[in-house]
């Protein structure tokens, strides 16, 4: 039983793993490698040792930041960088200003015409519901078929005159309309072509 204790206590040890080399070993190992796989393990090849240890190179406590000064050159860099963005966002805010009175003046214009030209069309339009009443009024106290037709040939011909009158009109007034609407937009457009 001995002899089986013995082997089963030597193949345990020599299952074992083998020792880690210590962090200074393993770094000189790896300094010994050489840095292209089949060259020879000169000492030009070798990779030099740096010292990441030292953990102090970033401590900013050594040195006096508020004593330090800002280059003139920087100084002066910077001054024009928020003269200049200054300068942009007031004009950036004048126009956008520029364009919100554009479009307030064109949507109180087009309101008004709007309200002008519904004006119209309903005076258009009792105009010709009056001259409609009027002709069969007029039709009722027709007493033959000549003046029948005689009141209606004056009647169709007095609707083609005032239709045509109300036609030419609203035709005018759309266009006015169009014209004062868009006037504002296009008094901004150019004042925004000519500052640039």
Same mark, same amino acid.
């Given at each position: 039983? =001995? ?7 030597? $193949? +345990? ?8 080399? =210590?962090? @200074? ?16 393990? /000169?000492?030009? /090849? ?8 030292? =953990?102090?190179? /970033? ?26 963005? @200054? ?5 950036? @805010? ?13 949507? %109180? ?19 010709? +519901?009056?001259?409609?009443?009027? #002709? /069969?009024?007029?039709? #009722?106290?027709? $007493? ?15 609707? #083609? ?10 035709? %005018? ?8 609407? #868009? ?14």
């Amino acid at each position: 039983m =001995t002899t089986a204790k013995t082997t089963a206590k030597t $193949k +345990t040890a020599a299952s074992k793993p083998a020792a880690k080399p =210590t962090a @200074k070993a393993a770094a000189t190992e790896t300094v010994a490698a050489p840095i292209i796989p089949g060259m020879p393990n /000169f000492e030009a /090849f070798k990779v030099p040792e740096i010292p990441f240890g030292d =953990t102090n190179m /970033f401590d900013l406590s050594k040195y006096d930041v508020k004593n330090m000064e800002v280059p003139a050159m920087v100084r002066d860099m910077a001054e024009k960088a928020v003269s200049q963005s @200054k300068d942009g966002y007031a004009k950036a @805010k004048a126009a956008a200003e520029d364009s919100i009175d554009a479009v307030e003046e064109t949507l %109180e214009t087009v309101r008004e015409t709007s309200l002008e030209y519904q004006q119209r069309a309903i005076d258009n339009a009792k105009a010709s +519901t009056d001259a409609v009443y009027d #002709f /069969f009024k007029d039709m #009722f106290g027709v $007493k033959s078929v000549s003046e029948a037709v005689e009141l209606q040939t004056s009647f169709a011909r007095q609707q #083609f005159e005032m239709l045509s009158a109300q036609t030419k009109d609203m035709s %005018e007034l759309a266009g006015k309309a169009a014209t004062e609407s #868009f006037k504002p937009a296009k008094d901004a457009a150019e004042k925004a072509m000519k500052a640039a």
